[in-house]
């Protein structure tokens, strides 16, 4: 039993020498949605604390970032959800993604699939509550609808 505790405990220390890139892409404030789509800033706070960390090239590395495996979980996790949504570069989405990525969003907080629940470990102010939930799910079906109209022209 000792022994598998020495190695454990090495394994656990090498495994540190890999750490993750926390560069994040430069800011494109002229494609980030909050910007394009001219939010109100109570629900770009909403936004912002609950999804931009995942979904957005501003994500903000926790003091578990620099602890491997958890670090490597972070990353990938980051990694995802800027590949499934990534909110800085919306722009550059044609404007049938953007409505897909729209009912996208708007699936996922009524089913209250985002955020993740593991997301609320180290980050307590991203949970939503009912009326915040409303309130997005309102303005992601505006937006979506704004878009669709501007697509028909």
Excluded at 22 to 36: A, C, S, Y
Excluded at 48 to 75: F, G, M, Q, R, V
């Amino acid at each position: 039993m000792k022994k598998v505790i020495i190695v454990l405990l090495v394994a656990f220390i090498i495994i540190q020498f890999f750490p993750i890139d926390k560069t994040n892409p430069p800011p494109t404030p002229g494609m980030d949605f909050l910007r394009i789509k001219k939010t109100s800033p109570q629900i770009a706070k909403m936004i912002t604390t609950s999804c931009y960390d995942c979904h957005s090239n501003e994500s903000k590395y926790p003091w578990y970032s620099d602890i491997a495996p958890s670090s490597w979980l972070l990353k990938n996790h980051i990694n995802e959800g800027r590949k499934h949504l990534n909110f800085s570069t919306f722009a550059t989405y044609e404007p049938k993604i953007q409505v897909n990525k729209l009912e996208e969003c708007i699936e996922m907080i009524e089913k209250e699939e985002m955020p993740l629940d593991s997301y609320y470990l180290g980050h307590q102010d991203a949970k939503l509550t009912t009326e915040q939930r409303q309130q997005l799910i309102k303005y992601f079906k505006k937006i979506k609808e704004e878009t669709e109209r501007a697509m028909v022209f």
